[in-house]
């Protein structure tokens, strides 16, 4: 039996991506095989169609960290034929082959029960975007942020940053939503933003180990430079959360922010997020944080997935792109 699925492959040290059918014998060999209805595009699933070996290690390879099916067949308990599931993070679509597939073999343990008060597509609109700001959410809140409170957003028209920035301000923060992108400021303030900082406009080159304090905590999703200006900018107890590195991995800067304004720096890792953490959120997801997504959201084809990952890599993307698998 054949399926269809983006196959990126490396010859002579070059990647190429394409829609191919493959054969079904060789993917299905974990506990469960999934008939995927929907998948969505995330940065991490971008950088493996190009051949980073950060991200993959071998290739050919399927991308896709975030997939939303039904169980075609099952050797667990746990799951029958026909339960609706969701899998998101661990390996998939890392150096498992993944979700922008017709089908995914994967273990049980990485396997969620489809909360029943979401839809397959709504599921995946959430996806790793979607859990990662709300471990950030939940990690904020734990460490004393309260409703009203001054929270900045970085990357905010991205998938992370825009979702963030709608359940921040359904939750009553006072969201500041931060972006190189000028011609994104209206979308920005439909989802919520009460405020629109320019990249450019924030960025400082003040070597000052702190500066004037403005927010009482953020989200971070860029990394290197602007993550520094911000440490130096957090109000006294508050927190950042941060869960990427568009700009850079690097991270200069001194310890005055911590010892002198006692602020937190919260990692987010939503790949091994421990599984009963998971449920917990993804039912905070369901039901009390659920927000609808159907301004961030935007639905391509299987056949479309190339152009919209050169479009990602570009800087050319914003909100959630979400794959329909025929």
């Avoid at 998948?39 to 975030?66: C, M, Q, V, W």
């Avoid at 011609?183 to 439909?190: C, H, R, V």
């Avoid at 004037?212 to 990394?223: L, S």
């Avoid at 939503?270 to 009963?276: D, K, M, T, W, Y």
Wanted: proline share 3%; charged share 25%.
């Amino acid at each position: 039996m054949k399926y269809k699925a983006l196959h990126v492959e490396e010859k002579d040290g070059r990647f190429t991506k394409e829609i191919q059918e493959l054969d079904l014998v060789k993917l299905d060999k974990n506990d469960i095989l999934i008939r995927v209805k929907y998948s969505a595009l995330n940065f991490k699933d971008a950088l493996s169609a190009i051949g980073n070996k950060g991200i993959t290690r071998e290739y050919p390879h399927t991308p896709g960290i975030d997939g939303a099916g039904i169980v075609e067949r099952s050797n667990t308990k746990e799951f029958k034929v026909g339960d609706e599931v969701i899998v998101t993070s661990f390996d998939l679509g890392m150096n498992t082959n993944g979700a922008f597939s017709q089908y995914i073999s994967v273990p049980k343990e990485w396997v969620i029960p489809l909360p029943k008060t979401l839809s397959l597509k709504e599921a995946v609109a959430i996806g790793t975007a979607g859990l990662t700001a709300a471990i950030g959410t939940y990690k904020l809140l734990a460490n004393g942020q309260i409703k009203g409170n001054k929270i900045l957003v970085s990357g905010a028209t991205g998938a992370v940053g825009s979702f963030s920035v709608k359940l921040l301000s359904s939750l009553g923060f006072e969201v500041t939503a931060l972006s190189s992108k000028a011609d994104k400021q209206e979308f920005l303030t439909s989802i919520g933003a009460k405020n629109i900082l320019l990249k450019e406009d924030f960025e400082t080159h003040e070597k000052k180990p702190l500066l004037k304090p403005k927010f009482d905590g953020a989200i971070d999703v860029v990394g290197g430079e602007l993550l520094e200006n911000l440490l130096k900018q957090i109000k006294p107890e508050g927190s950042v959360a941060i869960c990427g590195l568009v700009s850079s991995a690097q991270l200069n800067t001194t310890v005055f922010p911590f010892i002198l304004r006692g602020i937190n720096l919260l990692g987010i890792n939503s790949a091994e997020l421990q599984q009963e953490k998971r449920n917990q959120l993804w039912q905070l997801l369901a039901n009390e944080w659920k927000i609808d997504l159907s301004d961030i959201m935007h639905e391509h084809s299987l056949e479309e997935l190339p152009s919209l990952i050169d479009k990602m890599l570009t800087g050319q993307s914003s909100g959630r792109a979400i794959i329909t698998i025929n």
